[in-house]
């Protein structure tokens, strides 16, 4: 049987993914809401797919590993910034802050390294002021944006990538998981 290419890249991503999933303090991300009803963790699954299928594409020579787990953890704020109590004090605080938040709570909870670092606190540019210095920190910089709008307008966001990466039956069932803010 011939494997595709795109299989095997597949593998590798989901190599990596899985041994964040492994991790309890990742599943975290999945307690939260991010846009419409994907919590963070599902946005930041599919920020780091596209991300990594993007580079891919475009032949684009990056660091896969850090991609990939700088992807995962772009938004590893935890909490939920669509309430009143939240460590900032509006939405559009959040904005500014919650790259800061994350990269403070990954520092505490995973080992990463200065790409890594780069893409959490530079993926909101040019909200924040710092641009990002890593070709990997501009694609997610630019992936981010994408999936963010999609998923303000998407009911069941992300179904088939869910699929794709998440073969574990209780995994896919977490990673899967839906909010909605009016139930
Ligand atoms: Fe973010
Ligand atoms: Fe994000």
């Given at each position: 049987?011939?494997?595709?290419?795109?299989?095997?890249?597949?593998?590798?991503?989901?190599?990596?993914?899985?041994?964040?999933?492994?991790?309890?303090?990742?599943?975290k991300m999945n307690r939260y809401l991010q846009?419409?009803?994907?919590?963070?963790?599902?946005?930041?699954?599919?920020?780091?797919?596209?991300?990594?299928?993007?580079?891919?594409?475009?032949?684009?020579?990056?660091?896969?590993?850090?991609?990939?787990?700088?992807?995962?953890?772009?938004?590893?704020?935890?909490?939920?910034?669509?309430?009143?109590?939240?460590?900032?004090?509006?939405?559009?605080?959040?904005?500014?802050?919650?790259?800061?938040?994350?990269?403070?709570?990954?520092?505490?909870?995973?080992?990463?390294?200065?790409?890594?670092?780069?893409?959490?606190?530079?993926?909101?540019?040019?909200?924040?002021?710092?641009?990002?210095?890593?070709?990997?920190s501009v694609v997610i910089c630019l992936v981010?944006?994408?999936?963010?709008?999609?998923?303000?307008?998407?009911?069941?966001?992300?179904?088939?990538v869910t699929n794709l990466v998440v073969s574990?039956?209780?995994?896919?069932?977490?990673?899967?998981?839906?909010?909605?803010?009016?139930?």
């Amino acid at each position: 049987m011939k494997i595709k290419k795109r299989e095997v890249e597949d593998l590798v991503f989901v190599s990596y993914l899985e041994e964040m999933l492994q991790k309890k303090k990742f599943l975290k991300m999945n307690r939260y809401l991010q846009h419409g009803n994907t919590t963070c963790l599902l946005h930041s699954i599919a920020v780091a797919y596209f991300s990594y299928r993007l580079c891919k594409l475009l032949r684009l020579n990056v660091h896969e590993k850090e991609l990939i787990r700088g992807a995962l953890l772009h938004d590893y704020f935890l909490y939920d910034w669509h309430q009143k109590y939240k460590p900032c004090d509006d939405v559009g605080r959040h904005a500014f802050i919650h790259p800061r938040i994350a990269l403070f709570n990954a520092r505490k909870d995973f080992e990463i390294n200065g790409i890594e670092e780069d893409i959490i606190a530079k993926h909101m540019f040019p909200l924040t002021f710092y641009p990002p210095k890593y070709r990997e920190s501009v694609v997610i910089c630019l992936v981010d944006k994408m999936c963010s709008i999609y998923e303000t307008f998407s009911k069941c966001a992300y179904k088939k990538v869910t699929n794709l990466v998440v073969s574990d039956k209780k995994e896919r069932r977490i990673v899967g998981r839906r909010i909605n803010l009016y139930n």
